[in-house]
């Protein structure tokens, strides 16, 4: 019995050992396997090990600033805010009362609070957002929001394309879509070098224990973010923010269809202010008006063609404006075409019907004065026949109806054939700049991050239509216009203006003109100061409501006036009114000096002996800097805002222009958050309280 249990032990531990042996070799095969390959189960042993203990982080690229000329930011990326709803009763800081938190987030949202509240109605789920109610919202908003103190509301913050001045520009600026993506303007055509491109920085970590320290002894890699190049734009500041508060009063007191306004700096070309109505307001992204009826739409430019007519009969030294004509009406081909009084002025001087806006006068200079070959020739050196090659896309091309005798002739006085309005502005520019037509822009320059320039426009002359002595011969007659003629609603105190009205039918779509004293294009072209303009201006108004004491001049005029008034003044243009000290006096400019260094006493009492308004940021008793800077032409009643020793205080801001907040946020660091146009009512930073560089304001426009 024993041999026999040992001779079973003994096979029962070779059979064992076999078993041992046949795993060791598994294992050291499976092992040495691993060891040559480097993977199990297809899966990269080394590679699954770095994810494992690689940590990586994106680094985002932000969009690259729009500016005005100066530099005031009008479009940038800013923080944003998602409202997102706790509903799960297991979070002790859930929704308690659905229909009172759907009330209150509804005023400060601006919307239905049956929609707020159907959205936090999902009992299933744990949180839940408000879809575009909720998504996007400002930091004012979210700042009322938190006041509340509403038990499961929460914010989620993001980075969104915004826009600091409203509407500002919005038809240059342009917009962009919820995924940043540019869809109009400056936004679309430039988005390549506004966008920037993304980085990363990847680190090991202990993905072993699980903590997520970093490894000892291992070096990062990154790669910085690079964000897109700002651009700057020929926009000015105060010029345009004039031109968008001007047109709004407009619309309010006349609500027409369209608003068209185009400003531009003669000699350079440079597109100081531009604006639309309707209007695109991008921060609200609900516009679908995308287009820039300034650049893309083209229509009957009515008697504003006349400025082209006549400067042609000029240069081509057959106009005599003492000489008489018929009045009235006149024929061509068998077809009458009239006065706009119908039964004219009796024999006139040429002079005269310039002033009258005599359509007859100008039928008879292109028909047998100039020729209609002739008049087509100046036509196309005008630019007429093309675009402009503005720095934007989506310009349009008007068309001539310039086969007829009949359609020759109309479109010597604006009727038949269709400009746009930037063709007219810049065929404009060579009468205010003595012959030179000078090529449009809006961008001025492109910068990198670091400031470097990559792209700059420079004037450029497009054609010399007509000569230095016929521009000043033209805007002579046109300076009659408005002081003897149709124009004399667009006299301005301090400066001569010379122009021209328009009075455009409009299509009905059937090959006929709409019926009624306001379904008419009301435009006038102008430019100032006549003997050496500064500025040129258009201004078309569509199917204004008028009262029966008004006419479609009293619209364009409430534009045009004060945008050409104002921005004369700003560049400090010299007056060109006979016999008018005090207005003379009224525009010389103040050119500010350096007061760094200086006591802040007796700077205040210097700039107010100058007329300027100081307004202290400080409680120190030494100006350490301020704004505007050294060299800069004031108007006086202007803001010069002083920065002192110490810690800066808020001022009282209310009344101020967004202009004058733009200055005041360069100066501190303060980042703004503004609703609505016009001039503040309402400031987050009351009085006196310190401001430190970040600090958000948000106020409020009316």
Do not use: C
Request: aromatic fraction near 8%.
């Amino acid at each position: 019995m024993n041999f026999k249990k040992s001779v079973n032990m003994n096979r029962g531990s070779v059979f064992l050992s076999l078993i041992f042996f046949v795993l060791f070799l598994v294992v050291l095969f499976r092992f040495l396997f691993i060891m040559v390959t480097g993977t199990v189960d297809g899966v990269n042993l080394v590679e699954n090990k770095e994810t494992r203990i690689t940590k990586e982080g994106i680094l985002e690229g932000k969009k690259g600033e729009i500016l005005t000329n100066d530099g005031e930011k009008i479009a940038v990326d800013s923080q944003v805010y998602t409202v997102i709803g706790v509903l799960s009763k297991e979070n002790p800081n859930h929704i308690k009362d659905i229909p009172d938190t759907a009330a209150k987030l509804a005023k400060v949202l601006k919307t239905d609070s049956k929609a707020i509240e159907k959205s936090l109605s999902d009992s299933k789920a744990y949180q839940v957002e408000l879809g575009k109610i909720g998504r996007n919202i400002t930091f004012t908003q979210m700042q009322e929001i938190s006041n509340l103190d509403l038990p499961g509301i929460i914010f989620a913050p993001d980075i969104r394309r915004t826009y600091p001045l409203g509407d500002f520009a919005s038809h240059i600026v342009g917009i962009t879509d919820f995924d940043g993506k540019g869809i109009s303007g400056i936004e679309k055509e430039y988005s390549e070098e506004l966008l920037g491109t993304d980085g990363y920085i990847k680190k090991k970590i202990d993905g072993f224990i699980g903590f997520g320290y970093d490894l000892p002894q291992e070096e990062s890699k990154s790669k910085p973010p690079q964000n897109g190049n700002n651009i700057y734009t020929t926009l000015d500041m105060n010029i345009q923010t004039i031109l968008e508060d001007s047109m709004n009063q407009v619309v309010k007191e006349y609500n027409p269809e369209k608003i068209i306004g185009i400003v531009m700096d003669p000699k350079t070309g440079e597109i100081v202010a531009l604006s639309n109505r309707p209007s695109i307001y991008p921060n609200e992204q609900n516009e679908v008006n995308y287009l820039n009826y300034a650049l893309s739409s083209s229509f009957e430019p009515g008697s504003t063609m006349k400025i082209f007519t006549l400067a042609a009969a000029i240069n081509e030294g057959v106009y005599n404006g003492q000489e008489k004509y018929k009045s009235g009406a006149i024929e061509v081909t068998g077809e009458l075409i009239h006065d706009h009084n119908k039964t004219g002025w009796g024999m006139i001087t040429y002079d005269k019907g310039v002033e009258l806006s005599s359509n007859v006068a100008f039928t008879i200079l292109a028909k047998d004065k100039l020729g209609f070959d002739r008049f087509y020739r100046y036509l196309q050196e005008f630019g007429f026949d093309k675009k402009t090659g503005i720095d934007m896309g989506n310009e349009g091309l008007g068309k001539f109806v310039y086969n007829r005798p009949i359609e020759k002739a109309t479109t010597a006085f604006g009727q038949g054939s269709t400009f746009t309005p930037i063709q007219l502005v810049t065929a404009a520019s060579s009468i205010a700049n003595d012959g030179k037509m000078m090529k449009p822009y809006v961008i001025k320059k492109i910068l990198d991050e670091k400031g470097k320039i990559l792209e700059e426009n420079k004037p450029k002359v497009l054609n010399k239509p007509v000569s230095a002595e016929t521009a000043k011969k033209t805007r002579e007659l046109l300076t009659s216009v408005v002081t003897d003629g149709t124009g004399t609603y667009f006299q301005l105190n301090d400066f001569q203006v010379a122009g021209k009205t328009g009075t455009a039918q409009i299509s009905d779509g059937e090959g006929g003109y709409q019926v009624g004293r306001n379904n008419y294009m009301f435009s006038f072209l102008g430019m100032a100061p006549a003997e050496d303009p500064r500025l040129i201006m258009y201004v078309a108004v569509e199917k204004p409501n008028l009262k029966a004491d008004q006419v479609g001049a009293n619209a364009v005029s409430d534009i045009f006036n004060t945008v050409m008034d104002y921005g004369l003044k700003k560049l400090n243009a010299t007056s060109d009114v006979v016999n008018n000290k005090s207005n003379s006096e009224e525009v010389t400019p103040t050119i500010m000096e350096s007061y760094k260094e200086k006591s802040v006493k007796n700077s205040v009492s210097i700039l107010k002996g100058k007329g300027l308004e100081p307004i202290i940021l400080g409680q120190g008793e030494k100006v350490v800097e301020t704004e505007p800077i050294e060299g800069t032409e004031l108007l006086k009643g202007s803001k010069v805002l002083i920065k002192t020793e110490g810690k800066k205080v808020m001022p009282d801001i209310t009344g101020w222009s967004l202009s004058d907040v733009m200055k005041l946020s360069s100066l501190t660091g303060l980042e703004i958050q503004h609703e609505g146009n016009g001039f503040v009512t309402s400031q987050s930073i009351g009085e006196g309280k310190e401001i430190k560089e970040g600090n958000k304001l948000s106020i409020k426009l009316k």
